[in-house]
């Protein structure tokens, strides 16, 4: 099992591009999410989803989107971005409220 | 309101020292506490987890965690340190029925040798 994949590992993007983080999981788990991580913040959560075609929004979710068309991709969209966005953003994935496996994340920066 | 708080930002040990790093939480249904630990440039990885039962549970790597209800706690611990523990401590909260857990802000594990 390769687990959690993201991709890419990190990227530069200049104001105003937009760009989609990949996330897949081989687990067959039914909830996925999407996190920022930013230095002394934590975890926040941006969206997540219960299943296929199920999504909704976390704490955080101004400037992003997501679908989830089956139950191993969860991509995230950037639109317009800005430098609020830099951050490291991580994926995970869960079997119902139990324990969630992460991604090893992508380093975004907007310059 | 929930919420997860973790009142120590960093904390150094020395390698062979015992450890505890503190977690409280808010919580308005019971909760299902989680411990997890970061290096450096990975993901987060469970150390731990309570759902119910036994109050004093034992992860990887040597770490356990005590809930205690009455306090709203679930403080991790380990009796000897090493240097490869060097690493940042997330607690998380969730509960039956919800999709989503509430980490704290972290702790920073510095081990000296």
């Known amino acids: 099992n390769a687990g959690v994949t993201q991709t890419p590992k990190f990227r530069i993007l200049k104001i105003g591009q937009s760009m989609t983080l990949q996330c897949t999981q081989d687990m067959n788990h039914n909830y996925m999410y999407w996190y920022r991580q930013d230095p002394g913040m934590g975890l926040k959560l941006i969206y997540y989803s219960v299943g296929a075609g199920i999504t909704d929004k976390g704490e955080v979710p101004n400037g992003y989107n997501v679908s989830r068309s089956t139950t191993e991709d969860f991509p995230l969209r950037l639109e317009l971005a800005a430098p609020s966005q830099t951050s490291v953003y991580f994926c995970?994935?869960?079997?119902?409220?139990?324990?969630?496996?992460f991604g090893p994340g992508t380093r975004l920066t907007v310059l | 309101a929930q919420s997860v708080t973790q009142p120590d930002i960093h904390i150094t040990v020395s390698e062979g020292a015992s450890l505890e790093l503190r977690c409280n939480y808010s919580?308005?249904?019971?909760?299902?506490l989680f411990w997890y630990v970061q290096s450096p440039g990975q993901g987060l990885q469970l150390l731990l987890k309570?759902?119910?039962?036994?109050?004093l549970v034992q992860g990887i790597k040597g770490f356990e965690a005590e809930f205690k209800r009455s306090q709203s706690s679930f403080n991790l611990r380990k009796p000897s340190v090493h240097w490869s523990d060097a690493a940042e401590y997330f607690c998380a909260v969730g509960g039956r029925g919800t999709y989503k857990y509430i980490f704290g802000t972290g702790t920073r594990l510095k081990v000296l040798a």
């Open positions: 995970a994935s869960s079997y119902l409220e139990d324990t969630q496996y």
């Open positions: 919580y308005g249904a019971t909760p299902y």
């Open positions: 309570y759902f119910s039962g036994d109050t």
